[in-house]
């Protein structure tokens, strides 16, 4: 199913939440929607998924109007990120709540819901703990359980709110190529809020960056990476070392640094430098000059965290064989391969 | 281990198997008799009765004020959710004075039910609301956690799964609080069946009709007739345990659903 979000707006007493946005989620999707805590990003799944109504623009579910349509009208499937299981119920019964709710000929017989539960568990790889309850399981399992529990009413599309948020590092990393799986196994289209850039860089087809109740950025998330339209995409995706200074005649210019700025009107700017970005240089090409404070190896990269003259911060990141001889305490020399510069 | 075992038979257990053991120096017929006499029976029923019919308004009422403090903003909400505990923090007699003037057939409530032919303070009814008045707290405060728990999440995974507002509390909310309910309910009508204080200013007293088992106790102390005050005491003590059984046995049933 195809979802247009067409200039919606919504606040919360005087606060908006969403300053009219749009955007169109391709049938069979998996969309991120990416932001800083407050960003809008909850509000606009719960928009899309009719727990909210916005006070003005339009919601599509194909070609359908369902701007204010209740949810249990709309067919989602809704994953919470405090899992919001039934717990009087067996993880069957969760599973099966939504079929079981279902009036007269639209509800299936008890054995097609039993076959029906069955495979979804087997599905999310919970397939031998039907009888337990809730409270008998992990958090992942029981986030499984929230996303058999959505998918069992073959919704139009799948909405998950932080859906590994509450979770530990390792479990979330499993459970988000399960996710992904489960994706490409169902092809429900797959909308999910999250402020993890890594999770929305890994999972999603694309990504779509929120700021302030607005969409800044639409795109595949090595797009939203490599080709930022603005200095918060920048700075919020990936790392980034921020410099402030001003533009002349194509030249940024800051306390610590000078960069190429080709096409960028004069005046206050902000520019950006990634760490991975960032060379040992010999002295008289350098552009940087920093004093290093701690060398971490971590892996196949150095990591060095040091100081400019004027204070600020600098992280760089090395491939360890072209590291050379670090020492913490030592001057370094570095120049920018790439950097951003945008007018602030 | 051992400190708390002490503790708990100086305070609890010791007093206890003293009443037991005054009761049981009359005959098992004299026994009886103090036990099951008319006038302690219509005791017990109009205690037990008063108690049952108090902490089942107290069950209704208690869950819609434990919703509306929890779900709802309002104005004075914190003066509200004081006034909930005051019956458990005042005087029971002041309790008792205040309820009585109020619903005696002169009072401020009782003069609107009087030209009805309604009378309320010292008859049965007036024991009912004296009771509910101290058993409400039990009920809001037992709710309300689990409640605060129940988060507005699992409502609206009900509804995204295509419950209407009905299946949703009927098949969702009511079976979450259900434990507590019944634990909140079965406090307070324990509180209630043992409650004095309140009561005896509203009940009337009357013998065979608004005497409450407590007050029976006392009048027959004051009637130094201490193996009938203990007889009375035994069969509530006994009625008492079997409450509390059945309140742990509730809470374990909930424990059992987990957190």
Same mark, same amino acid.
């Given at each position: ?88 119920? !067996? ?21 097609? @819901? ?83 850039q890594e999770?929305a860089l ?5 990504? /779509?960056?929120?700021? #302030? ?8 998330p090595h797009?939203v990476h490599d080709?930022p339209?603005?200095?918060?995409v920048c700075g919020f995706v990936g790392e980034s070392n ?30 950006f430098v990634r760490p991975h970005e ?13 004093? !290093? ?20 911060? @600098?992280?760089?990141a ?16 570095? /120049?920018?391969?790439?950097?951003y510069?945008?007018?602030? | ?117 309604? #009378? ?62 019944? !634990?909140? @309910?079965?406090? /307070? ?71």
């Amino acid at each position: 199913m195809t979802i247009s979000i067409r200039s919606v707006e919504k606040t919360f007493g005087r606060y908006p939440a969403l300053n009219g946005v749009s955007l169109e989620i391709a049938d069979g999707e998996l969309l991120a929607l990416l932001g800083p805590s407050g960003s809008g990003k909850t509000t606009l799944l719960r928009v899309i998924a009719g727990l909210e109504f916005p006070e003005k623009g339009q919601i599509l579910y194909g070609d359908q109007d369902m701007t204010y349509t209740s949810a249990a009208a709309r067919r989602v499937g809704f994953v919470f990120q405090q899992y919001a299981l039934f717990r009087h119920m !067996t993880v069957a019964k969760n599973v099966a709540f939504g079929l079981d709710v279902r009036k007269g000929q639209a509800k299936p017989s008890k054995s097609e @819901i039993t076959a029906r539960v069955d495979e979804l568990l087997k599905l999310v790889e919970l397939g031998e703990l039907g009888k337990r309850y809730p409270a008998q399981l992990s958090g992942g399992q029981r986030q499984r359980v929230a996303l058999a529990r959505a998918l069992a009413v073959n919704p139009s599309v799948l909405l998950l709110d932080e859906p590994f948020g509450a979770l530990d590092a390792t479990v979330r990393k499993s459970l988000r190529k399960e996710l992904r799986r489960i994706h490409d196994a169902t092809g429900v289209t797959t909308i999910f809020v999250t402020h993890d850039q890594e999770e929305a860089l890994e999972l999603a087809d694309r990504v /779509a960056i929120l700021n #302030k109740g607005a969409i800044e950025q639409v795109g595949a998330p090595h797009e939203v990476h490599d080709n930022p339209v603005g200095a918060f995409v920048c700075g919020f995706v990936g790392e980034s070392n921020r410099f402030e200074g001003a533009v002349k005649g194509g030249r940024f210019q800051s306390a610590d640094i000078a960069l190429p700025a080709p096409g960028v009107t004069d005046g206050a700017a902000v520019a950006f430098v990634r760490p991975h970005e960032l060379v040992v240089a010999p002295a008289d090409q350098s552009n940087l000059n920093i004093v !290093t404070e701690r060398i971490a190896p971590q892996g196949a990269v150095v990591r060095v965290d040091g100081a400019t003259a004027s204070g600020q911060r @600098i992280e760089a990141a090395f491939a360890r064989q072209n590291a050379g001889d670090l020492q913490p305490g030592a001057k370094l020399s570095l /120049a920018a391969d790439r950097s951003y510069v945008f007018s602030a | 281990m051992g400190v708390t075992l002490t503790i708990l038979s100086l305070i609890v257990l010791i007093p206890l198997s003293a009443v037991a053991l005054k009761a049981s120096e009359q005959t098992f017929p004299e026994f009886l008799q103090a036990a099951f006499n008319e006038r302690a029976l219509t005791a017990y029923r109009l205690s037990f009765g008063a108690a049952f019919i108090a902490a089942i308004i107290n069950g209704v009422f208690g869950v819609l004020t434990a919703w509306a403090l929890i779900r709802y903003q309002f104005p004075f909400k914190s003066l509200v959710n004081g006034i909930i505990d005051l019956p458990f923090a005042l005087p029971t007699a002041v309790a008792g004075i205040a309820l009585a003037t109020l619903y005696a057939p002169n009072g401020w409530i009782g003069a609107l039910f009087a030209p009805a032919g309604i #009378k309320i303070a010292y008859t049965p009814l007036g024991v009912v609301i004296a009771l509910t008045f101290i058993g409400l707290p039990f009920v809001v405060r037992t709710l309300e956690p689990v409640m605060r728990d129940l988060a507005a999440d699992v409502e609206e995974a009900a509804a995204s799964l295509g419950a209407n507002r009905f299946d949703t509390i009927l098949r969702v909310i009511l079976p979450a609080l259900g434990p507590a309910w019944l !634990t909140g @309910i079965a406090l /307070a009508f324990a509180r209630a069946v043992g409650e004095y204080g309140s009561v005896i200013f509203i009940a009337g007293n009357m013998p065979y009709k608004s005497e409450i088992a407590p007050l029976l106790i006392t009048i027959e102390l004051e009637q130094y007739d201490y193996a009938g005050a203990a007889t009375i005491a035994v069969v509530m003590l006994a009625v008492s345990f079997l409450m509390l059984f059945v309140i742990n046995a509730i809470q374990a049933w909930a424990r059992r659903l987990g957190q």
